[in-house]
C-alpha cells in the first residue's frame, strides 16, 4: 500500500525558498512516475512539476518553469520539490502524487491528476508580502 507524506511547508516571506519533500512508504515508489501539484482556495488543482522512475526526465509547468526544481532520491524513496522566489500567488496546499505511468506515455499524460494513483494529504504553504 502507497502512503505519501509531504512535509517542508510552512509561512514565508516573497522572495524565500522551500524545499517540500514527499515520503512513499510503500514498494513501488522506484517504478513510478512522481509529480507535484498544488491547489488554491477557490482554484483547481494545478500542475507543477513531474519526475520519471529513473529521475532523468522532468517537466514543469511555464509558471514555475525556473523557479522550481523536482527531484527525487530513490535509495530514501523521497522526492523533493525545491522552490525559489516565491511569490504571494504560490499560497497553496502543495500535494505529491505517485504514478505508474508508462514511460513512453509520460510524454503525453504529465500533468494530468488522474494519470496519478496516489496522493499525499498535501502540505501548505503560505507566501506573505
Known amino acids: 500500500q502507497v502512503q505519501l507524506r509531504e512535509s517542508g511547508g510552512g509561512l514565508v516571506l516573497a522572495g524565500d525558498s522551500l524545499r517540500l519533500s514527499c515520503t512513499d512508504s510503500?514498494?513501488?515508489?522506484?517504478?513510478?512516475?512522481m509529480g507535484w501539484f498544488r491547489q488554491a482556495p477557490g482554484k483547481e488543482r494545478e500542475f507543477l512539476a513531474t519526475i520519471n522512475k529513473s529521475g532523468e526526465r522532468v517537466f514543469y509547468a511555464d509558471s514555475v518553469k525556473g523557479r522550481f526544481t523536482i527531484s527525487r532520491d530513490n535509495a530514501e524513496n523521497t522526492a523533493y520539490l525545491q522552490m525559489n522566489s516565491l511569490k504571494p500567488d504560490d499560497t497553496a496546499v502543495y500535494y505529491c502524487?505517485?504514478?505508474?505511468?508508462?514511460?513512453?506515455?509520460?510524454?503525453?499524460?504529465?500533468?494530468?491528476?488522474?494519470?496519478?494513483?496516489?496522493w499525499g494529504q498535501g502540505t501548505q504553504v503560505t507566501v506573505s508580502s
Open positions: 510503500g514498494r513501488t515508489f522506484n517504478m513510478s512516475a
Open positions: 502524487a505517485q504514478g505508474l505511468i508508462p514511460e513512453e506515455k509520460l510524454s503525453y499524460h504529465f500533468s494530468s491528476p488522474p494519470s496519478y494513483d496516489d
